[in-house]
């Protein structure tokens, strides 16, 4: 019996979290790209409104920026963790296989020493009658 995965837990991993991690990425950079837009639009004329449009628009860049790495990094934190998880996961499996298989050849060298037992002491007991009969005068002289 073969238990191996079809696909491996790295490939399973690459399958659910890249998706994700490119979602976000692409989704960052849409929203950067809208906001640029929309600014430029509603520019004002006047340069002392533009001084400030400028500044207030470098200052949502930098909040955009810092908001965008912080979902980054809360991705890339989240798929550490559920592959932390996966290992322990898989981890614990491998222990409880271990422990089961140990138990079963604890069994195993039981059912052997039980087994040797009994036909040891079937042979005795073998050996009792046919010493009976030997005295007896029947089986073998």
């Known amino acids: ?18 998706p994700l991690k490119n979602e ?7 929203i950067g790209q809208a906001l640029e837009v929309g600014a430029s639009a509603a ?3 006047d340069p002392q409104a533009q001084a400030k449009k400028q500044q207030e628009d470098a200052q949502k860049k930098t909040d955009d920026n810092r908001k965008k790495t ?3 990094n809360f991705l890339s934190k989240f ?4 592959q932390k998880l996966k290992q322990q996961n898989e981890q614990k499996n491998q222990q409880q ?9 604890k069994i195993e060298i039981k ?12 042979q ?13 005068g029947g089986v073998g002289g």
């Open 43 to 45: 520019a004002p004329q």
């Open 70 to 72: 912080y979902w980054q």
């Open 111 to 122: 059912q052997f020493e039980k087994s040797k037992k009994d036909q040891s002491f079937e």
């Open 79 to 82: 798929a550490q963790d559920e």
């Open 124 to 136: 005795q007991h073998i050996q009792a009658i046919q010493s009976k009969a030997e005295k007896k």
């Open 97 to 105: 296989e271990s422990e089961a298989q140990e138990e079963k050849q």
């Open 24 to 30: 976000a990425k692409q989704v960052a950079d849409e």
């Open 1 to 18: 019996m073969n238990n191996k995965p079809l696909v491996s837990s790295e490939e399973l991993d690459q399958a659910f979290t890249q």
